[in-house]
């Protein structure tokens, strides 16, 4: 400490009795009083941070006792070959702080409280709507306006009677490289990086190895928009039932009253061509690359029903995140709500600007898709 800094004490305006104190005291003396706080601070910092070390290692015990739990509960070989898989492949540059390669896979997977995606997602805002790019405002005035029961009765009918291309899951996603999602107002990458950001986020918070497939091909059916798309707004952005009013919940709302089907009397009732309950499966919703990759992966892939409805459901905003729409649900829909709100999080929040390395994380992918698409070849 500089003799200047000792010297002020004294003179200090702010004299709370202290400075009288220092004021007999000799330079000499002050020093050494000085010298003896120090030590004392030394003292109590060392003892803190042996504090520390205690706690680590406290908390690397915990560690390695329920990873031990773990593996002694582990009943066949499938989990060691996917923790054998997941060492041996870099993990993507969202999961900077924590490896996941000894990691075992979370048994309830619905539960996001320990989710690392949700303490990233506090650092910006999601889905700003009013504040959006014209070209998502474009999109919406679009969307709504040509989003009728007529046109979805035939899209249906399009996609049903035809195969548009034979080709394998990772071709697809390289062909999605060419797509930039004009709906949506958070991110400006391609649709491979998006796949990824998501797939990665998931195997990061050490989900099932579906659901990190469900995050890698959630969006595959934009791959529509190549095919026979009548531009964009038959492919992405949030989904809503046809047939029944428009929710107030769905963005943009004002944007239905030039969809024909607005003032129609019989779309425009609470129901109108559904009954209370009648379960979300007999909902029409809104065509795009949410229902294709979702009827696609029923028939190819040997995902789980939960996987299927995330897949289904992902883009179903007003249902899934604001509540809309459920005098409409069956028994059933409301697990499979959890299941999709339990998706959603990572679908949204891992949409930063690091892009994830393709090369790098290819082999582990491309397991992970044989595991679950019995035929290399899909047809779309
Ligand atoms: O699931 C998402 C979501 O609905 C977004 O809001 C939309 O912009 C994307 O197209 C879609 O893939
Ligand atoms: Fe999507």
Sequence with gaps: MSTNG?????????????????QNMDRASLLEKIDEDIQELNLLKSKLKQLEQNKKELQDNIDNIEKKDDN??????????????????????INTSVSTSASPIV??????????????????????YELAFDRVKLFYKEQHEKQTVAYNYQARINFKTKVRDRMTVWDALIKLNN??????????????????????????????????????????????YF?????????????????????????????????????????????GIYSPKCGL???????????????????????PPEGLAMIRYHSFYPWHSEGAYKYLMSEKDHEMLKCVQAFNPYDLYSKT????????????????????????????
Aim: a negative charge.
């Design 353 to 380: 600007d690091t892009k994830c390395d393709i090369e790098t994380l290819k082999p582990y992918y491309l397991e992970l898709i044989d595991e679950f698409f019995p035929n290399k070849i899909v047809e779309f």
């Design 72 to 93: 002694d509960t582990e009943k066949d070989n499938d989990n060691d070959k996917n923790t054998e898989t997941q060492k041996n492949t870099s993990v993507s540059k």
């Design 227 to 271: 095919f026979d798309s009548q531009g964009q707004w038959d492919v992405v952005g949030d989904t809503f039932p046809v047939g029944c009013r428009y929710s107030k919940k769905i963005i943009y709302h004002d944007y239905f009253k030039k969809n024909p089907d607005y003032k129609n009397p019989l779309y425009s009732t609470k129901y």
């Design 6 to 22: 000792i010297s002020k004490i004294p003179h200090s305006n702010k004299d709370n009795g202290t400075s009288s104190k220092f």
């Design 107 to 128: 048994e309830d997977w619905k539960d996001n409280t320990q989710a690392s995606i949700l303490r990233a997602s506090t650092q910006r805002q999601y889905r700003q």
């Design 179 to 224: 797509l930039l999602d004009e709906s949506d107002p958070d991110t400006e990458l391609s649709q491979i990086d998006h796949a990824l950001q998501t797939a990665e986020a998931i195997r990061h918070d050490n989900k099932p190895r579906w659901f990190q497939l469900v995050g890698l091909i959630h969006d595959l059916g934009k791959l529509l």
């Design 281 to 303: 499966e007999n909902v029409m919703l809104s065509w795009g690359h949410d229902e294709y990759m979702y009827h696609l992966a029923k028939e190819q892939t040997t995902l």
